[in-house]
């Protein structure tokens, strides 16, 4: 299916493992984000990419890693879980430099238990 | 640092209200700025904004870019209960590889 598919769609797990989100887009587009949304906060920055191979921080970058060898797919790891990192995360991608909309994975709950 | 600010955080209206939505930002290179609906799964697209395209208009909901004041609103007029949703503004900033959120506005709309 063309789109943008985040998988799992839930995901329990515990403190201190690692843990991988995967984010899949079928419009190769270059862009792509990651974010996590938690009450109050709206959706944070966590990793951006520019293109396969170019990485960069957001605004709350700290626990996470993220890869991008191929253009169509970003996946994050969070390398050693935490329970502050129990939030709701969104990958997203948009096709050109900021003239077009970013597009929304379906998300991604995730709790740290 | 970039940052997107909102206001109000939440707004509780009737059936057939104007409701205004404000968003602020402090970005470097600004590129676009963009509103989004979310009711209960992923965001969705309602605008983009950019410096040759300051007002946008669909339907009941309209969003003008204030490139002066660094800012824009986002109006609903005739409010429905199905505008219940959290507002999003964003901003493409950084030379456009960066795409910045505000907190968000929480909106319902009673019958």
């Known amino acids: 299916d063309a789109g943008i598919t985040q998988s799992p769609r839930y995901k329990i797990t515990e403190t201190g493992r690692q843990v991988t989100l995967m984010c899949h887009q079928t419009w190769s587009h270059s862009y792509m984000f990651w974010y996590r949304q938690d009450l109050g906060h709206g959706l944070r920055l966590i990793y951006y990419?520019?293109?396969?191979?170019?990485?960069d921080k957001g605004e709350v970058p700290d626990g996470y890693v993220v890869s991008r060898s191929k253009t169509e797919n970003f996946p994050l790891t969070l390398e050693s879980a935490t329970r502050s990192q129990t939030s709701v995360y969104f990958c997203?991608?948009?096709?050109?430099?900021?003239?077009?909309?970013?597009?929304f994975g379906q998300g991604t709950r995730l709790t740290v238990v | 640092e970039d940052k997107v600010v909102q206001s109000p955080l939440s707004l509780v209206v009737h059936e057939g209200d104007t409701v205004t939505l404000n968003c602020s930002y402090e970005v470097t290179n600004f590129r676009s700025l963009l509103w989004y609906k979310q009711e209960k799964k992923a965001p969705t697209f309602l605008f983009m904004l950019t410096s040759s395209g300051i007002e946008k208009k669909s339907g009941r909901l309209s969003s003008i870019l204030d490139k002066k004041e660094l800012s824009s609103i986002l109006n609903i007029t005739a409010t429905q209960t199905g505008d219940s949703a959290i507002y999003l503004c964003a901003v493409f900033g950084e030379y456009g590889n960066k795409l910045v959120f505000g907190a968000g506005t929480i909106l319902r709309v009673k019958s």
């Open positions: 997203a991608s948009s096709q050109t430099w900021a003239r077009t909309e970013a597009f």
């Open positions: 990419s520019a293109a396969a191979d170019i990485t």
